[in-house]
């Protein structure tokens, strides 16, 4: 259960693996990972023993590892996400979500009444779990209502733009992707996709806030693999290029 290091800067990268001895013998396996302000590279952690699924933090220069202690066990199945600045990284499960302050070397408090995809602002002040925003310190600011006006307690795909302005949610291949302001949570326009996309297994927005880029599948079956990869120009919403 090493975690291995890919260096990019030359023709042939290169890849040191760095043997995760603070894990018990036994017990626990990397499941995500995030690289930090200070240097050094978080690892949450999969166990089905929750007293060994506390993350660990690696300092690639030294290999030192250690065990950071105050968060809360996580289920085997959780997501983990981090700020572009890298100074925030949100852990979540079905039954917690919670932040991790770099530079303060903390977990905040656990928040069990959030369902949903987490994502994260560049600067790490906004977290968006499902269709709620909440600050840092797992504090509720506001919800994002749908076009119905509702809050669905349901796991759906949603992110939040690098800037914190924007909030985009599918909201089904009838009524496509739904951009709302994250400071009104008023839907500010919608931007329609094929009729075939019926799930939407993954997105991801670029650094810049332009691009908006979906995998899709036309199954219902949510483990059903993508079959359609949609990008979309925000400078132009209507503008949906399908692959």
């Known amino acids: 259960r090493p975690l291995a290091l890919i260096d990019l800067r030359w023709q042939t990268p290169t890849v040191t693996r760095i043997p995760l001895t603070v894990l018990p013998p036994s017990e626990g396996s990397p499941m995500g990972v995030a690289t930090l302000a200070n240097g050094r590279v978080f690892l949450s952690i999969w166990s089905t023993n929750p007293a060994a699924t506390s993350p660990v933090e690696v300092t690639p220069s030294s290999g030192q590892q250690r065990v950071l202690a105050g968060a809360n066990p996580l289920e085997p199945f959780h997501l983990i996400e981090s700020s572009a600045e890298r100074n925030v990284v949100?852990?979540?499960?079905?039954?917690?979500?919670?932040?991790?302050?770099v530079a303060a070397d903390a977990f905040g408090p656990c928040v069990d009444r959030s369902v949903g995809r987490v994502s994260v602002d560049a600067t790490g002040q906004q977290v968006l779990v499902g269709q709620e925003i909440y600050s840092p310190s797992m504090t509720l600011l506001r919800p994002i209502p749908t076009t119905d006006g509702t809050v669905p307690d349901v796991l759906r795909p949603t992110l939040i733009s690098p800037d914190g302005a924007h909030v985009y949610a599918f909201e089904g291949p009838g009524?496509?992707?739904?951009r709302s302001s994250a400071s009104t949570g008023e839907v500010v326009d919608r931007t329609p996709?094929?009729?075939?996309?019926?799930?939407?297994?993954?997105?991801?927005?670029?650094?810049?806030?332009?691009?908006?880029?979906?995998?899709?599948?036309?199954?219902?079956?949510?483990?059903?693999?993508?079959?359609t990869l949609l990008v979309v120009d925000l400078l132009a919403p209507t503008a949906v290029y399908a692959r």
């Open 175 to 178: 009524n496509g992707f739904v």
């Open 193 to 227: 996709v094929p009729q075939t996309v019926v799930n939407v297994m993954d997105m991801q927005i670029s650094q810049d806030g332009r691009w908006l880029t979906i995998v899709g599948a036309s199954n219902n079956l949510f483990f059903y693999r993508g079959n």
């Open 90 to 101: 949100v852990l979540s499960d079905a039954n917690c979500t919670q932040t991790y302050d």
